[in-house]
């Protein structure tokens, strides 16, 4: 609404000589209607040749040159706008912005000589990737009006309410800036030395739910996979009613998640056997902090702080650790995600290859995920996510990243890890064990896989799967 009525009353300012021209000789000095809309209009490009009949010509005599100038320079800006995003899109490997003014100019700076602005008036304009951060409402409604024009590109889309997996359009790309924190927050927080000193028994406490909290607990139940035989709890002081209920496959995977419906400062018991607290309320957080770090002895609290600031006065805590979610939920390598995405791809072209004798290159590299569905695509993005998590265990375990050069043992340690992530992707989609009537292994309509058992009881050929995804999964680097 203000960038609307900016926009309104620079047209008027520049429209005010001619309305006072007109007034000052039509209704005040009775001249022919016509002969005075000409010489209105002449006042921006020749002034008026004649003396002034009244204060309002002379006025419009005046100002009519400034209005010119400021036209002349916003059109000159316009066009030197239009020629460098020109030039940036045929440089390759542009990003057009749309979305709110000031959001939209942070993101322009960080993208620096990539960057186009998509404008107020959310026109298209030519790009190899589009950028949405409006609300999804607006975002959807302009990728819906130019699909066809964008074909061929990829659409970075902010949606807080779609899974990123219920798109089967592989040239667009959901992101939200939660889920994308939530994510790389698990990455920076690897909890894997911290379980393999508490024999993979742990206990960690969200305070606050909503969307931070679907967010952090989805990522953390499928990267916090460190042993076949681990025990992490999860608790969780806020409303997962909601959560709870839709994702119904929960209650199948190995480690417990628990809601509490009573406040935390009634169960300090849970927040001081805890080995990991984080704060994921937004309002009022730094009065809950403060509460916190006098009732609990946790030794670290771990907030999502927001970028306000707020929490500022206990920067300096020891016992606190800040996670700038909303700058890392809108960093360009996080919302992009193109390592992620093209590891997934690859991962999805050896398995073409290795089962379907697909050749690897680079046309069926696209071909062959521009085949597969939201859920499957997905799948293999959850495959290249969890990866990153694998690769810092090795590396800590001194084993090496090579399939060839991993033993026996070491590799079916993995392989297992990795069939109770595919088995915990599937269950928070709830999927749930069952036979398919026609024989097959799956069912997509039923959402039913003869494979969603624990790893022991699968055949040999089942498991030996999990074992070339390892190799798979290693070779991929």
């Not at 000159?76 to 020629?83: D, E, K, Q």
């Not at 730094?286 to 609990?296: F, G, I, N, S």
Request: charged share 25%; proline share 5%.
């Amino acid at each position: 609404m203000q960038l609307r009525l900016s926009r309104i009353g620079k047209y008027l300012l520049f429209l005010a000589p001619f309305v006072l021209g007109a007034i000052g000789l039509i209704a005040l000095e009775g001249e022919p209607v016509l002969d005075s809309l000409f010489s209105c209009v002449s006042l921006y490009i020749m002034g008026y040749q004649n003396s002034p009949p009244n204060l309002l010509v002379e006025l419009a005599r005046w100002t009519a040159p400034l209005a010119t100038a400021s036209g002349l320079l916003l059109a000159i800006s316009a066009m030197r706008n239009l020629f460098r995003s020109r030039i940036r899109y045929l440089r390759g490997n542009s990003v057009a912005v749309y979305g709110p003014r000031e959001l939209r100019e942070t993101l322009l700076a960080r993208l620096g000589r990539r960057g186009i602005d998509g404008g107020d008036a959310w026109a298209l304009v030519p790009a190899q990737s589009y950028l949405l951060l409006d609300e999804e409402a607006k975002n959807f409604d302009f990728y819906a009006a130019n699909r066809e024009k964008l074909t061929g590109s990829t659409v970075y889309l902010q949606s807080r309410t779609l899974p990123a997996q219920s798109v089967s359009d592989p040239g667009l790309r959901l992101f939200c800036p939660e889920e994308t924190a939530a994510r790389i927050f698990w990455k920076q927080r690897c909890l894997f030395e911290a379980s393999v000193r508490c024999s993979h028994r742990m206990r960690i406490v969200l305070v606050g739910f909503g969307t931070l909290g679907e967010r952090l607990l989805a990522y953390a139940l499928l990267d916090n996979i460190f042993s076949p035989d681990q025990r992490l709890e999860y608790h969780i002081f806020g409303d997962g009613a909601r959560f709870s209920a839709v994702h119904t496959g929960l209650a199948l995977i190995g480690d417990p998640v628990i809601f509490h419906s009573e406040p935390w400062h009634d169960r300090l018991d849970v927040l001081e056997g805890a080995q990991m607290v984080v704060v994921l309320t937004q309002d009022g957080q730094l009065a809950l902090v403060q509460d916190l770090l006098l009732a609990t002895t946790a030794p670290v609290i771990d907030v999502f702080s927001p970028s306000s600031g707020e929490l500022s006065p206990l920067s300096g805590q020891p016992r606190l650790r800040l996670f700038s979610w909303e700058l890392e939920g809108r960093s360009l390598p996080n919302i992009f995600s193109d390592a992620m995405f093209a590891r997934a791809k690859r991962i999805n072209l050896r398995y073409a290859h290795l089962y379907g004798g697909t050749e690897e290159t680079p046309e069926n590299l696209e071909q062959e995920w521009s085949r597969l569905d939201g859920f499957t695509r997905y799948s293999n993005v959850s495959a290249a996510d969890y990866h990153e998590m694998r690769l810092r265990m090795l590396d800590t375990l001194g084993w090496p990243a090579d399939g060839e050069k991993l033993s026996a043992a070491q590799l079916e340690y993995l392989a297992e890890l990795e069939h109770i992530r595919w088995c915990r992707y599937h269950y928070l989609n709830n999927w749930r064990w069952g036979k398919p009537e026609n024989g097959a292994r799956k069912d997509p309509a039923k959402r039913i896989h003869a494979d969603l058992i624990p790893y022991g009881e699968l055949s040999d050929q089942e498991k030996q799967k999990d074992r070339d995804n390892i190799h798979v999964l290693l070779s991929t680097d």
